[in-house]
């Protein structure tokens, strides 16, 4: 099993900055780190970065030049840092792994980020 833990969420006034991180436990060798995803209240469950196989980051549109993904293999953790935050990135942010060899989809318990004045 693998358990994907994130941290870093908050309140955070329009403008801020905010860190999210995601640990992974468990079986790790089994496993890709993919990147972030987040869902807004009524609304589907969006890519927000993940990482390719050639080593590089996809981002949506909607925070690219604000965001940035990365990730530290020795301690199976990934960061999302989040500058210059609008109200619309106001969601739960849930980051993502899938296991390389039975290409189950994991998924961390989320984090709250809230954009408000």
């Known amino acids: 099993q693998v358990q994907l833990v994130e941290s870093g969420g908050g309140l955070v006034q329009p403008g801020g900055s905010l860190r999210l991180s995601c640990a992974a436990s468990g079986i790790t060798f089994r496993i890709n780190l993919m990147g972030w995803y987040r869902q807004a209240p009524g609304k589907q469950r969006e890519l927000v970065a993940r990482f390719t196989s050639g080593g590089s980051t996809n981002y949506a549109d909607s925070v690219k030049g604000r965001f940035t993904s990365s990730r530290d293999n020795a301690k199976n953790t990934v960061y999302l840092q989040m500058n210059s935050l609008k109200s619309e990135d106001t969601a739960v942010y849930y980051c993502?792994?899938?296991?390389?060899?039975?290409?189950?989809?994991?998924w961390g318990q989320g984090t709250q980020v809230t954009v408000s004045s």
């Open positions: 993502n792994a899938v296991d390389r060899y039975s290409g189950t989809n994991y």
